[in-house]
């Protein structure tokens, strides 16, 4: 039942932010919650009662460069030219690498986005930085996904991307190459918001005593919060999976109504 938002009591953004959110939304989010549960209000009531109550969403912080691109493999042309739009599933994936720090030493993740709906389709945690780390997280995302022929991969163009065997996983699962202008992150500006999401809402707030420990709870915060039940706003502020299901659910009713 819907309450006026006169009747909404701190306790409402302390479920919303801190039992779902693990404490990373700020106002707008929190707002989109609280409608999402029947309770009416405006974003502004939201953020003076954070304000009042204390409750600051996590923030970010700098972390360091993974790219090599001192190689001497060809380099493919940016196709995806900054144009982070597609209008379907499988369309254009993202991919790049980052450290995560454990007492054990570095480890290093590797992800593959589709842009479609920011979900993240394969990711993957190795001790090495090479071409067989971001080859484990692309096969993983061949796998779950089962694309068509035609798919555009964007990356950066360090070594782990431009290596022959990276390649011809590419070209044999018919995939056009595309990547970033050398030095140039905003290429992949997708792909570097989820890093800093990652880092902001959980790497730079633990720590992790073990890499068996960080690989949990990177899982964790992947497949079950961040494409799960994160909103997110470059898709109308729902969870990537949410948005999956919707475009699926309103292809399926075009195909009805067709027939």
């Known amino acids: 039942m819907s309450r006026l938002s006169e009747d909404i009591q701190s306790e ?23 409608h999402a549960r029947g309770i009416r209000c405006n974003e502004k009531r939201v953020a003076r009662l ?8 996590k923030t970010v912080k700098k972390f360091r460069v993974t790219t090599n691109s001192r190689h001497d493999y060809p380099v493919s042309p940016n196709v995806v030219n900054r144009e982070f739009n597609a209008s379907r599933p499988n369309q254009i994936w993202l991919s790049d690498i980052t450290y995560v720090w454990t007492d054990e030493g570095w480890l290093y993740l590797a992800a593959v ?14 001790r090495h930085i090479d071409s067989t780390l ?18 555009v991969h964007h990356s950066d163009r360090g070594v782990q991307y431009a290596s022959g065997d990276y ?9 056009i190459g595309s990547m970033s202008r050398k030095g ?6 997708p792909m570097e918001s989820f890093f800093g999401t990652l880092k902001r809402e959980l790497i730079h707030h633990e720590r992790f005593a073990t890499k068996t420990e ?4 990177i899982f ?7 494409n799960g039940w994160r909103r997110h706003s470059s898709i109308g502020s729902v969870s990537p999976i949410d948005f999956e299901r919707n475009y699926q659910y309103h292809e399926q009713k075009i195909m009805t109504i067709a027939c």
């Open 220 to 226: 964790d915060y992947i497949e079950l919060f961040y």
């Open 134 to 151: 971001t080859e484990t997280a692309l096969r993983q995302a061949i796998h779950r996904r089962r694309p068509g022929r035609g798919l």
């Open 167 to 175: 390649q011809k996983l590419l070209s044999s699962n018919g995939m």
């Open 50 to 57: 954070m304000r009042c109550e204390g409750i600051r969403p």
């Open 113 to 126: 986005l589709d842009l479609h709906s920011r979900r993240i389709v394969g990711h993957t945690l190795s």
């Open 184 to 189: 140039d992150c905003w290429d992949n500006a």
């Open 214 to 217: 960080a690989k949990e709870r």
């Open 12 to 34: 409402d953004i302390h479920k919303a932010i801190y039992q779902q959110s693990r404490r990373t939304y700020g106002s707008p989010r929190i707002t989109d919650e609280l």
